[in-house]
């Protein structure tokens, strides 16, 4: 009967080694788990080949050690035993900054493909190690198939790059592991991943329009204001022409943004340019305090259109994320932790809080959440019904379809409401220096008219 090597994790999630007769590898597998074993990875022991012969010389003396010798010498293994049988290191490339989310998906999706195909699991590390080009995630496939070679688990070696690998990702490959079902929770977490990544290139991809006629806008207002009003207004003090207020007031303005009025160190056009930078800037420097967080994150939901939009894709992503967790395995008051500390909003943090200290004081989910009031009645309802069929799982991905596809609407809708709006701001500006630039050449032209009569 064949023999197998296994890599296995114990209940406690610690890496086990040893060798199993069996049948066949699936057999094998099953009589690992029948010692409450989970595998990781089952290889066959290989037979030695006939070219290789051994003699046996046997000591003298009762109790002697035997005395084994290998007479087709290789050079291989002559090299490997002077070399002390130590591996050569990798060289890493020059890498910083974070591993993109698109990248990390892929990865994702490949290993799941990998794993579902009976590929061990150190092979797999390998093999995606050795198509990625030189970087980051080349240099943390490196690492990470390191630490599992040397018996850690995939879980403990990927956490110790946080810049891939968050603490949502490391949390469902340990419930992976510890289930004997990585490849299926590889398989999870992708199709969660790119969900996520489709949800939020659809919120980007609807924003390039306005932003785009935004920018275009202000850099040709800008340039008329530079250049086109200053010589409009040298023809109307040749004629001597008196100015409406109007004019007036959009030459200075004019003056004031190329820095041509007295006492004024930096032209105005400087400020424009340089005010959402600096706006930018403060909001990340608020949210780095608790108080500035909720600050910020409080006045978004309350922006007409904008909040809604934000609250949608905080319900869709915390009723996902926490239903990819429990599906996985994990324990709800762990789920509920990580989902928390995944959030991305304020608000939502400190209400899935109260849940958690709910459901750890032996109450139910529905009840805090629907006291919180940050979500809609439906949503309260649904996780409700889960709670009572035992079915939460199941709901919460429902309902993080149900607001993907709301999402969308709202996006729409946003999208439908800034272009007449842009329409009749940019209007506004444009019709405003027309008539204050026309205002004086009617005053010229009656002033040429009643000289003529």
Do not use: C
């Amino acid at each position: 009967m064949p023999s197998f090597t296994y890599e296995a994790l114990n209940a406690a999630g610690k890496p086990q080694k040893g060798a199993i007769d069996a049948k066949n590898s699936e057999d094998a597998v099953q009589k690992i788990k029948a010692q409450g074993y989970f595998p990781t990875s089952v290889s066959e022991q290989k037979i030695k080949s006939p070219g290789m012969k051994r003699t046996t010389k046997k000591g003298k003396g009762k109790g002697a050690a035997k005395e084994t010798t290998d007479t087709r010498g290789r050079k291989d293994l002559t090299a490997m035993s002077a070399a002390g049988g130590k591996k050569k290191k990798k060289e890493l490339s020059i890498a910083i900054g974070r591993v993109k989310k698109k990248q990390l998906t892929t990865l994702t999706r490949q290993l799941s493909t990998l794993q579902d195909a009976g590929l061990p699991l150190l092979r797999s590390l390998q093999v995606l190690e050795e198509q990625q080009k030189p970087g980051m995630l080349k240099n943390i496939l490196v690492s990470v198939a390191e630490d599992v070679e040397g018996g850690s688990p995939l879980s403990d070696a990927m956490a110790k790059h946080p810049k891939a690998f968050d603490r949502l990702y490391t949390k469902m490959i340990n419930a992976g592991e510890i289930g004997g079902v990585l490849d299926v929770i590889l398989q999870r977490l992708a199709e969660f991943m790119e969900k996520a990544d489709r949800l939020a290139r659809r919120i980007k991809g609807a924003m390039i329009y306005p932003v785009t006629v935004i920018t275009v806008a202000v850099v040709i207002v800008t340039g008329i204001m530079l250049f086109v009003i200053p010589k409009f207004r040298d023809i109307f003090m040749d004629f001597g022409v008196e100015l409406p207020g109007l004019t007036v007031w959009l030459i200075n303005t004019s003056y004031w943004m190329a820095g041509k009025q007295a006492s004024q160190p930096v032209p105005g056009a400087v400020y424009i340019f340089a005010a959402p930078i600096l706006f930018f800037l403060f909001i990340k420097l608020l949210k780095k305090t608790e108080l500035g967080r909720s600050i910020v994150d409080h006045a978004k939901l309350l922006i007409p259109g904008v909040g809604t939009l934000i609250r949608k894709t905080a319900t869709a992503r915390f009723t996902r994320t926490l239903g990819t967790l429990i599906t996985a395995g994990v324990p709800i008051l762990e789920a509920l932790t990580i989902t928390r500390d995944t959030s991305g909003n304020y608000v939502f943090e400190q209400a899935l809080g109260k849940v958690h200290d709910s459901i750890r004081d032996g109450e139910s989910f529905a009840d805090p959440l629907r006291e919180t009031k940050i979500v809609d009645p439906i949503v309260v309802n649904m996780i409700d019904v889960g709670e009572e069929t035992g079915d939460m799982d199941v709901m919460l991905m429902k309902i993080a379809d149900n607001y993907d596809e709301e999402v969308d609407t709202a996006v729409t809708g946003l999208v439908a409401m800034i272009e007449p709006l842009l329409v009749v701001v940019l209007g506004g500006i444009v019709g405003t220096v027309v008539v204050a630039m026309f205002l004086p050449l009617v005053a010229m032209i009656e002033g040429v008219s009643g000289g003529g009569i």
